[in-house]
């Protein structure tokens, strides 16, 4: 279909409670072009369990089609929404270049007058006076504290947390006040859990600003810290207001911190979405060019494929699980390594292919898969087997306090069936898990 030829007045989706109107965006078209994947709109996704248990892979379906954002020279381009379906607590991802640029975004999801911004060392020197700025233009009556954290999954604790509520308290901030994370997933996780707890509950916003908090950690709810024994153990279930990516934020992220990312987005493709995961093999080189539409269509991918599975199974009931596919392993990882020596997506990648390994080893997968898996993640230069140091004692040691574990058994996200397809089972045959850490394992 001709793309230019096609225009059409724009209609936008509901955001929160309130609705866009067309005529607040003047000069925006909706354009026909299914080459251009910002062009696309997801309405629902199909997901179906088929009887061995197998998550098949979702469909997406591409219908109306979403605003182009190459349009218009002349006004604000509009970010892409994706919608997080959950009753009276859905919520809006705005996705686009620029957003920061935006003040009525972040301001329409903001309650009452008080607001605390909390970030760390390395990102409030550049993207926190752009946040005030766009929390405050044209609103005087807001004001704006901020917490600047120190950096690190290793300060993801509860001393580092007591300082979020100090600031707060010290700040006098009452129930209608809203927290905002201004930073990667270590910073919305602590923040997240902090508003969650702050007076039993404030409104809160994540502006994420790595791959890996744009793609996954910001999304769903999940917020918490961790325990010396364990990652992510103390936490909350505890939903933003809105998400708001502004993907110019990642001009500024260090190259492993974004392959670290990537892991995550690969993820999406293995266990729900072959289709994305085809469209990363080809277009792996233009993600690690940060080619701006490449990034942002992986990244609203991402955000789609996490918001279907959110809706369906918010609380973890089974589904969700399957976001986690090569964590449990990844998380041993960083646990019996130390926090803070591998990045969460470097643990992730090397995980993936240990639960990739062992799908094959049960006969689940054909090695076509074994092989794609590693190709593409050598192609980011991610791991693909664990640290030297690990060993098959360590492992389990750490595998055996996973949140996973029910009635002593481990369940595991495992791959089955054709890519996209995966399961999150406790019956599997041991031998496999065995043969699996013994064979990335020296001792
Ligand atoms: N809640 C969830 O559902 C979920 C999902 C996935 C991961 N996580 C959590 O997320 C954490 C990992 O997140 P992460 O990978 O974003 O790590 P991170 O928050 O430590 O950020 C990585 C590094 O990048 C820096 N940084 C952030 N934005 C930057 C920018 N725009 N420019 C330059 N530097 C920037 C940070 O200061 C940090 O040094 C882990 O704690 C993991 O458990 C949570
Ligand atoms: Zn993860």
């Known amino acids: 279909m001709a793309s230019t030829a096609n225009r059409f007045s724009l209609s936008l989706p509901s955001v929160g409670s309130s609705t866009l109107k067309p005529k607040a965006f003047p000069g925006f078209f909706l354009k026909f072009e299914n080459s251009n994947p910002l062009s696309l709109r997801v309405n629902r996704v199909a997901v179906s369990v088929s009887n061995g248990g197998v998550m098949r892979s979702a469909r997406i379906c591409a219908s109306a089609p979403v605003i182009d954002q190459s349009v218009s020279e002349a006004s ?13 607590r859905s919520y809006p991802i705005y996705i686009g270049s620029g957003l920061l640029d935006r003040p009525e975004l972040l ?8 607001v605390l ?13 752009k946040v005030v700025d766009a929390l405050t233009r044209g609103n005087p009556n807001v004001s704006v504290e901020s917490v600047i954290l120190p950096d690190g999954e290793k300060y993801k604790n509860m001393e580092t947390l007591m300082k979020v509520f100090d600031k707060a308290i010290e700040s ?15 910073i919305g996780d602590m923040c997240g859990f902090a508003a969650a707890a702050f007076l039993r509950g404030v409104n809160f916003i994540q502006i994420p600003t790595t791959v890996m908090a744009q793609v996954d950690s910001s999304v769903g709810g999940k917020t918490g810290i961790n325990h010396t024994l364990g990652k992510n153990l103390i936490g909350a279930f505890y939903q933003p207001q809105c998400v708001l990516i502004d993907t110019d934020t990642l001009n500024t992220l260090p190259d492993r911190e974004l392959a670290s990312g990537l892991a995550e987005v690969i993820k999406y493709g293995l266990i729900r979405d072959a289709e994305f995961f085809e469209w990363q093999e080809k277009h792996m080189p233009g993600l690690l060019a940060r080619d701006p539409s490449a990034l942002a269509y992986a990244i609203k991918r991402s955000c789609e494929n996490k918001a279907e599975v959110v809706s369906l199974d918010e609380k973890e009931s089974g589904l969700r699980a399957t976001l986690n596919l090569g964590h449990t392993f990844g998380h041993a990882i960083e646990t019996g390594f130390g926090y803070g020596q591998w990045l969460h997506g470097e643990a992730v990648a090397a995980g993936t292919v240990m639960a990739v390994d062992m799908s094959y080893r049960l006969g689940w997968i ?7 898996v590693h190709s593409i993640l050598q192609q980011v230069k991610l791991p693909t087997a664990p640290p030297q ?4 004692e360590m492992f389990k040691s750490v595998m055996a306090v996973d949140k996973k574990v029910a009635d002593g058994l481990l369940r595991l996200i495992l791959l089955k069936g054709p890519l996209g397809s995966c399961v999150f089972t406790g019956d599997y045959d041991r031998k496999a898990l065995d043969d699996t850490l013994h064979a990335f394992c020296k001792s």
Request: charged fraction near 25%; aromatic fraction near 4%.
């Open 76 to 88: 604000p381009r509009a970010p892409t929404i994706v919608d997080v379906d959950l009753g009276d």
């Open 107 to 114: 301001q329409r999801h903001v309650h009452g007058k008080r």
């Open 117 to 129: 911004v909390v970030t760390n060392s390395t990102v409030a020197p550049l993207y926190l006076d």
């Open 172 to 186: 006098r901030l009452d129930r209608r006040s809203t927290f905002v994370a201004l930073g990667g997933g270590v």
């Open 366 to 372: 054909d090695d076509s898969i074994v092989r794609r």
């Open 389 to 392: 140091t690990m060993t098959v």
